[in-house]
Each structure stands twice: as structure tokens, then as C-alpha cells.
């Protein structure tokens, strides 16, 4: 119900943000992921309403919660997780929706939301401790992620400093997952690897799809950024998955 609630209350908000214009003016952020206002509501509709999959992935991950093998290790972070899942779409829709300059840092904001979370995961479980330090080192990570986006400048290929954080905060993920993968006992890491594959897949398709690219028809429904959101969300649905496999290993 948490989950459900940030979920589904967060898309609501962005809504009626867009109504009533409480995110500020449009001012093209997003401009570069291609698709053009072809709708009367949204700015980006299939860029918008595609971040409706991480709402449902994360719905799906909290209801497998029910249930202790669906939880994580470490207790206390099971819902703090899937509640960062389910935020990535209201985040994201907040750009995609209104091409405003508060809509961009919440869009960017809610990928360190879960850089952060996935990176602080695998360091903590590593030196075996608990949510307390977990949830400090997020804060902290959270907290850099935050600074790159508002102090940096662009970069390339990624385009921008908050972006590469949230490429490095994944990279420590993968790697601190690597090592726990390591240890006696370990499960064979097929969800973890579709997490990565389905992440490499995305990136894929992202790079083409931006404005400009082979894969960009600004008024079409059929859009490649929008691909990339909804296998964004089936890898963060598998990392959840992947999480709670070697939860139940030990």
C-alpha cells in the first residue's frame, strides 16, 4: 500500500503539475529526447506515460513482499526500495510532461534515488551491516548524485554530470554485486545478469532515439525513449528479483 500510494499519488501530482502549471514554465528540458508536443495535455506523451512502468514494477516487487521470500536482506529496506522504484515514474513524467526546469531535477533526482539506493546495497552488504548504515550511505550518495546534477556541466555521450553519476552509482552497484557473488553458497546470478543485459539493451536504444538520431520521428506515438523507460523499469523489476534471490541464499 506505501508503494501504491507514492506511486500512484506521485503520477497524480505530476498531473495535475501540468494542469495547473505548479512545475514552472516550459522551457524545452527534454527537448533533446526527441518526441514534440503532438497532444493537447503532456508536452511528451509516449515519453510521459511510458514511466508508468516503473509504478507497475515496483507494484509488482512490493506485492512478491507479501511474503518473506520476496524481501530483501537486509530488514527494513524492502519498502524503501520498491518505493524508489515506483518514484522513478512520477520523477521521470515530471520532465516529460512539462519541459520544465523543476521537472528536469526531479526526473534526474529520481535516478540518483536509485543509483544511490543500489550502490549503497551492495557497499553495506559487503562489510555485513545493517539498514541504519544503509540508509546513511544512500543519504550521502543521494547527496553527491544531487551536487553533480545542480554544479556540474555537460558531458559527452551521457550529456550531462547528473547523468554520469548515476552511471557511476550503477557501475559501484555491479561491481560490489560482483564481489558478494563471490562468497561461498552464492546463487547462479541469472536475475542480476537480465538486470544488466535488459540496462545495456536500454542504453542502446537510448543513443539513437535522442533528437537528431536514426531513431528519431518527433511526432510519432512510437517512440525510442519511451522503449528506454519501460526496459529501465523490467531491469529495475529484475534487480529487485535479484535481490531477493540472494536474500533467500543466505
Same mark, same amino acid.
Given at each position: 500500500?506505501?508503494?501504491? @500510494?507514492?506511486?500512484?499519488?506521485?503520477?497524480?501530482? $505530476? *498531473?495535475?503539475?501540468?494542469?495547473? #502549471?505548479?512545475?514552472?514554465?516550459? $522551457?524545452?528540458?527534454?527537448?533533446?529526447?526527441?518526441?514534440?508536443?503532438? /497532444?493537447?495535455?503532456?508536452? &511528451? %506523451?509516449?515519453?510521459?506515460?511510458?514511466?508508468?512502468? !516503473?509504478? =507497475?514494477?515496483?507494484?509488482?516487487?512490493?506485492?512478491?513482499?507479501?511474503? %518473506?521470500?520476496?524481501?530483501?536482506?537486509?530488514?527494513?529496506?524492502?519498502?524503501? !526500495?520498491? *518505493? +524508489?522504484?515506483?518514484?522513478?515514474?512520477?520523477?521521470?513524467?515530471?520532465?516529460?510532461?512539462?519541459?520544465?526546469?523543476?521537472?528536469?531535477?526531479?526526473?534526474?533526482?529520481?535516478?540518483?534515488?536509485?543509483?544511490?539506493?543500489?550502490?549503497?546495497?551492495?557497499?553495506?552488504?559487503?562489510?555485513?551491516? #545493517?539498514?541504519?548504515?544503509? +540508509?546513511?550511505? !544512500?543519504?550521502?550518495?543521494?547527496?553527491?548524485?544531487?551536487?553533480?546534477?545542480?554544479?556540474?556541466?555537460? $558531458?559527452?555521450?551521457?550529456?550531462?554530470?547528473?547523468?554520469? @553519476?548515476?552511471?557511476?552509482?550503477?557501475? *559501484?552497484?555491479?561491481?560490489?554485486?560482483? *564481489?558478494? =557473488?563471490?562468497?561461498?553458497?552464492?546463487?547462479? %546470478?541469472?536475475?542480476?545478469?537480465?538486470?544488466?543485459?535488459? =540496462?545495456?539493451?536500454?542504453? @542502446?536504444?537510448?543513443?539513437?532515439? &535522442?533528437?537528431? #538520431?536514426? /531513431?528519431?520521428? %518527433?511526432?510519432?506515438?512510437? &517512440? #525510442?525513449?519511451?522503449?528506454?523507460?519501460?526496459?529501465?523499469? =523490467?531491469?529495475?523489476?529484475?534487480?529487485?528479483?535479484?535481490?531477493?534471490?540472494?536474500?533467500?541464499?543466505?
Amino acid at each position: 500500500m506505501v508503494t501504491l @500510494a507514492a506511486g500512484v499519488g506521485g503520477v497524480v501530482l $505530476v *498531473v495535475l503539475a501540468t494542469r495547473y #502549471g505548479w512545475l514552472g514554465p516550459d $522551457v524545452d528540458r527534454g527537448a533533446q529526447f526527441c518526441e514534440t508536443d503532438h /497532444w493537447c495535455f503532456f508536452a &511528451q %506523451p509516449a515519453n510521459t506515460l511510458s514511466n508508468l512502468g !516503473f509504478v =507497475l514494477a515496483g507494484a509488482a516487487l512490493a506485492w512478491r513482499a507479501r511474503r %518473506p521470500e520476496g524481501r530483501l536482506a537486509v530488514p527494513g529496506l524492502t519498502t524503501l !526500495f520498491t *518505493v +524508489v522504484v515506483a518514484l522513478l515514474g512520477p520523477g521521470s513524467m515530471a520532465m516529460h510532461a512539462t519541459e520544465s526546469a523543476l521537472g528536469g531535477h526531479l526526473d534526474v533526482l529520481s535516478m540518483h534515488l536509485l543509483g544511490s539506493f543500489a550502490a549503497s546495497y551492495a557497499l553495506v552488504r559487503l562489510v555485513r551491516w #545493517g539498514a541504519g548504515p544503509t +540508509v546513511a550511505v !544512500f543519504l550521502a550518495l543521494l547527496a553527491v548524485g544531487s551536487a553533480a546534477s545542480l554544479l556540474g556541466g555537460p $558531458v559527452p555521450v551521457v550529456q550531462h554530470s547528473g547523468n554520469l @553519476a548515476f552511471a557511476l552509482f550503477l557501475l *559501484v552497484a555491479i561491481a560490489g554485486e560482483a *564481489v558478494l =557473488l563471490r562468497r561461498p553458497g552464492s546463487p547462479r %546470478p541469472w536475475w542480476g545478469l537480465g538486470s544488466v543485459a535488459t =540496462l545495456l539493451v536500454a542504453f @542502446a536504444v537510448w543513443i539513437p532515439s &535522442q533528437t537528431g #538520431g536514426l /531513431w528519431c520521428i %518527433p511526432e510519432s506515438w512510437l &517512440q #525510442g525513449h519511451a522503449l528506454w523507460h519501460l526496459l529501465c523499469a =523490467l531491469a529495475a523489476y529484475l534487480l529487485g528479483r535479484h535481490y531477493t534471490e540472494r536474500a533467500r541464499s543466505g
